[in-house]
Each structure stands twice: as structure tokens, then as C-alpha cells.
């Protein structure tokens, strides 16, 4: 008899909100769905685990970092644990 090895599961109710988001988020968005302050999501940029992009004009004084859906549903199927 062989087991059937299932990835991390994630709501349906967890799917049908990531859905509602835009395809790139903010990161107060991506903060908020994931339900964590926005120097945690800095912080997982800083080590890689999250991915985004930088809109912001070359040369300006502050990043504008846009995250895309995909990479967000990546994030939490990865951080989710079945308990």
C-alpha cells in the first residue's frame, strides 16, 4: 500500500481571498492578508523567503515594492503547516 504525499493544504477560504487581490500587491496588502506587521514582510524579503518587485523610478529616495499574487499563494502554501 503506497501513501499519497499531499502538499501544505491552504483554505479554500484562504484561496478565495487571494483570488479578490489584485495581481500585483502592496506590501500593507500582502501584510494585511497574511495578518502580519509590514516589517515582518520586509524581513522576508531580506532573507529571500518572499519575492517582490521595485516600481519605483530609478534614482528615487524610497523603494515602491509590489508583490505578485503568485509569489504570495507561494509564500504561504510553503509557511503552512498541517496540524
Not at 487581490?21 to 529571500?48: C, H, K, M, R
Amino acid at each position: 500500500m503506497s501513501k499519497t504525499v499531499q502538499s501544505n493544504p491552504v483554505s479554500q477560504s484562504a484561496v478565495a481571498a487571494l483570488d479578490r487581490l489584485p495581481v500585483y500587491v502592496t506590501v500593507g496588502q500582502a501584510a494585511e492578508y497574511l495578518g502580519i506587521s509590514t516589517s515582518q514582510i520586509a524581513n522576508f524579503f531580506d532573507s529571500g523567503e518572499l519575492a517582490a518587485v521595485n516600481i519605483g523610478s530609478p534614482g528615487a529616495k524610497r523603494p515602491a515594492y509590489r508583490i505578485a499574487r503568485a509569489d504570495l499563494a507561494a509564500f504561504e502554501r510553503r509557511r503552512t503547516t498541517k496540524l
